[in-house]
């Protein structure tokens, strides 16, 4: 196992425990709560896998990954009240998860042959959708539409994989500058709750 | 015509009633409810063949179904009034339609090639995933996420339809057990009230 | 560039400012702007790539739209207390992009064989889908299945195509046709007030 596929399944979990509380949160039953905390955990890579015709999608192919969140969704009902105390590292857990997810994505876009541009939309899509469809299920506003920093984060990461990959830059080094590029700046974010500006349109009276 | 078609109809035409008969308790218009019916019963079908690559989808193969769908709908609204007297046989027809398309769905999952879990997912997507659809587009946490065993109910028949076909069971002896054990169980779930556990997380006061 | 492709660009255009006023108006931020902008754009032609399985989608291989859709979302940001003035206009440009992406959504299905059924509803899904999953995001029951004729007239554009298209008329004279038979109703329909039944359940009291 590299180094890369070990983070690979730290956001795969970080994203299926996010999924779990959010529809504990949300009273779903036991059902619901599996299938909203896979669907976050995989749902930004089916979006990219359709969009692109990589059929059939990824968790199809290597089911690995559905028997980890299976695990993990388990152990989140089982320790639900004792994850408040987690909520620290779920955050950086989450943020590494984005991170990775658009390394994957733009990885994924670059292999395919696509445009620069098309290369980052995938690498958000990768590292964001899966939230987007899990408050769509719940029945809510996306949450990256309304305040965070979220998606921009991981365009700006997109965008320094693309460049350092135009460069030829060493693989590894991109891997490492993309994931901590997006990380500082959730991480700053936060700390300073910093928000992108809203534009309302005047009603005249 | 095979029994196998006629069950196909049947299911088809209790989903789409099911999902007019939901878009007219909602008053969506004219073309709403046509959609709503349309969705509600080839919307399974339509992610499962996304999911897997079999584009174009089905319904646009072969289009027997969307003028069947069409038929139906419009028997539904002029009859609106009366459908309430049809309700338990409507229920028996939703879940003859859950079986039966549960089945297909696994089936198909198999002659792809895919692992058995995945065929069982196939199955549940197909059963279920029509009325998820609807519940979506009508602006609803889907009911499925909320209190009914159906998904469950279509996991447990999908795992029976491949246990089967892996004991080298004769196929129409397989879909007789599957549709009947998810018939039965939602005899059973609905008779006695059951519903899947939920777990709330406790807040601190 | 031809006459057709002007028409594709403002519908493009026309879309896209639509999406945008439409997110500002639900007080998403900066990034929830552009991808509702984006989303309401190429959304309805990205679900018709998915179904016939046309993948990587357009806006994937032909990048041109999406600058142009960044370019006019910008605008519309910069602009947003003036567009009331343009309200107008903008329901004709949209009213002309619902006519162009019917058009170019048949066409497709033409082109891959598909019956004429499946060829008007990819027109439809073309024209319409694109505002469905723009008010699926927004956390509204998509406007088109409970108050405008709007799909309805792309169904007759997509009827008119298809008769016209089997008649062997002069492929431009079919453009100019269909266009005109979709905002002749929607100019019709919006002067008049004109709206679908709505046939609504009666309950017992």
Redesign the interface.
């Known amino acids: 196992m590299t180094f890369f596929d070990a983070l690979d399944i730290l956001g795969t979990v970080a994203f299926a425990i996010s999924g779990a509380?959010s529809?504990?949160?949300?009273?779903?039953?036991?059902?619901?709560?599996f299938?909203?905390a896979f669907v976050t955990a995989i749902g930004g890579g089916?979006i990219r896998d359709?969009?692109?015709?990589n059929?059939?999608?990824s968790w199809?192919q290597n089911?690995t990954n559905?028997y980890l969140i299976g695990g993990v969704t388990t152990m989140s009902?089982i320790l639900?009240?004792k994850l408040?105390y987690l909520k620290k590292s779920l955050f950086l857990f989450d943020t590494i998860g984005l991170g990775i997810f658009t390394i994957i994505g733009v990885e994924i876009g670059i292999k395919?042959g696509?445009?620069p541009?098309?290369c980052v939309a995938l690498g958000t899509m990768t590292g964001c959708f899966g939230g987007?469809v899990r408050d769509?299920?719940?029945?809510?506003?996306?949450v990256?539409?309304?305040?965070e920093i979220y998606?921009?984060a991981s365009i700006a990461g997109g965008i320094c994989f693309i460049s350092l990959y135009n460069a030829n830059i060493d693989q590894n080094i991109i891997y490492v500058s993309t994931a901590l590029l997006i990380i500082i700046i959730r991480l700053i974010v936060v700390k300073y709750r910093i928000?992108?500006?809203?534009?309302?349109?005047?009603t005249k009276k």
Request: hydrophobic share 55%; net charge positive; proline share 5%.
């Open positions: 509380l529809a504990m949160n949300r009273k779903l039953d036991l059902f619901g709560i299938i909203i089916t359709i969009l692109i015709g059929t059939p999608v199809m089911t559905l009902i639900r009240n408040d395919a696509l445009e541009i098309i987007v769509i299920l719940c029945n809510e506003i996306p990256i539409f309304r305040k998606a921009t928000s992108l500006p809203l534009f309302t349109i005047k």
